[in-house]
Every structure is written in C-alpha cells, then in structure tokens.
C-alpha cells in the first residue's frame, strides 16, 4: 500500500493533534518497518483511519512526544529519566510505556567474510576501537571497518550500554543513518562490520554470539531470543501520552498487541510478545 501522510489540524490549547481518525507515529527506525506494515493493516482494516509513520530514531520520537506534535513515540529503548521529566512538564503525566515486540540486536559482517562468531568481548574491542584488525579475532589480515548508528538512535544507545558497558565507540566509526544503510555498506565491504535489528536481515550475513569465552555461541532465532539464550536481544515499545491512550488511538493500541497485530511482528522479522505480556 502506497505510504499515506495527512496534513494534522492542531489544538491551539494543547498542541495534540486533533484530527479525528488521524494518528501521527515517529521514532525508532528500528521499528519503521514494522510500523509501516501495521499502519497499512490496519488503514487495509479500517477505512476512516490514517495513520502517518515516519522515522528518525527513537531520541526524535521522544523529542516529539514531549513537544506533542506526535501521538504515538516508537523507540527501540526504554525512555530515559530525563524524557520521563520533559513529557512530565510537557503534559503532567507519565508516557505511557507499551511493549510491543522482541527483538535480537545481530550483529552483520559481508558474507565473504570467515568470521562466523565472536564474544561480547571482542564485540566490545572491535567497536571502541582497540581491536583493528579481523586477524586478531580468527579473520584475514585486513583492517576492520566499523559501521555505527547516529547517537539519537535508540539502537546506537541499547549497543553502547548493553555491549560497550557505556564505553564510546571509535573515533574512526562511520555513522550510519539507519540499519538498513549499515547493511547496504556491510554488503559492499569486506571489512565491514556493523549492528542493527534482525528485521533488516538482508544484504549480509549475522554472527553467532558468545557470552564469553566458556559459552556456546548462539545464532540470532526467535527461540534464542524469546528465551533470553541470545545475548543481544531487548523489548520494542510505543509510548504514549496518557491523555490520548483513548478512543482511535487507544484502539490501534491493543489491535498492535493482538494476535493479529503480532502476527504482523512476525511477518516482518522481529518476534511476538509472550502472551503474557500483551494485556
């Protein structure tokens, strides 16, 4: 279906757009592909709703929420304490906070490359920079590549703390503006390396991962990453100003985290929520 973008009609006293049928999302380009295939389902589903998606990653989509001039935030990350504060002051509440999806991180080299696995260790020595060559880690005698996200993707954010340990990335990293351009560069360069969702799992190839030098290496599935085996995988969520988790909006909500929302999850790459988490 083609993309549908409305112009919003604005509350002067608020601010939020007040567009009856109208629902704007930004945020995460993570989610992007994934938002666009439910937006189109249920626009496909429900004639008087138009639903416009854009990305721009997850820090945009805060940025957004807190100033009201999106209804729905999609990011790839918790909200920090600080854009908690911000949509506190903005509008007097809380962002609601919905998980809408599991995803693994995979990390993606060329597929000539012979490197089929690596520790959260070495990941974390290849991009802060301190290991530079693929030889010290099994591969050629080739210098490394490292491809990165820009730092207001919630991506960038989840990798830095959850494989750096809050280390800053190298210096001599190219930024990227989003994952599939990091696969697109990974897929022409031998030396490449980059991270991003398993979504986007096109163009190169993953590694299995290692915990540590004693653990089993694990490939990216949905059964490694629903049991928390895999060692990269985190929650997708949407949040919300509470004031709008009502009516059309609060509708899209739960048919997002429905069977039939969630088997759009699926069907895009990422994996569903437990059932237990979808009430």
């Not at 990091?182 to 980059?194: E, H, N, R, T, Y």
């Not at 629903?226 to 060692?231: D, E, K, L, S, V």
């Amino acid at each position: 279906m083609k993309k549908l973008f409305t112009i919003l009609a604005l509350s002067a006293a608020t601010g939020i757009a007040a567009l009856a049928g109208n629902i704007t999302v930004k945020g995460s380009d993570t989610l992007l592909i994934l938002a666009q295939k439910w937006a189109e389902t249920y626009m496909g589903q429900h004639k008087d709703v138009k639903i416009q998606v854009s990305g721009g990653g997850s820090g945009i989509g805060f940025a957004a929420l807190q100033n009201q001039t999106t209804d729905l935030c999609d990011a790839s990350r918790k909200a920090k304490s600080s854009e908690i504060a911000n949509c506190m002051k903005a509008f007097g509440k809380r962002p609601t906070e919905y998980k809408v999806a599991v995803d693994g991180l995979s990390v993606y080299v060329n597929g000539e490359n012979p490197v089929k696995e690596l520790t959260i260790e070495q990941l974390a020595g290849i991009f802060t920079g301190k290991v530079k060559n693929w030889k010290e880690v099994g591969g050629p005698d080739a210098p490394i590549t490292v491809y990165s996200r820009e730092n207001s993707s919630g991506t960038y954010e989840f990798f830095k703390e959850h494989v750096l340990k809050g280390a800053d990335f190298a210096a001599s990293a190219q930024t990227m503006p989003g994952t599939a351009a990091i696969l697109q560069a990974v897929s022409k360069d031998k030396s490449g390396i980059g991270y991003g969702g398993a979504g986007y799992g096109t163009g190169a190839k993953h590694l299995s991962i290692k915990k540590d030098d004693a653990s089993p290496a694990i490939e990216p599935t949905e059964e490694s990453i629903i049991n928390g085996t895999y060692p990269i995988w985190r929650y997708l969520y949407v949040y919300v100003n509470p004031a709008l988790d009502k009516g059309e909006i609060g509708a899209y909500l739960n048919w997002i985290r429905s069977d039939d929302g969630q088997k759009i999850v699926k069907d895009a790459g990422y994996f569903p929520l437990p059932a237990k988490l979808r009430q």
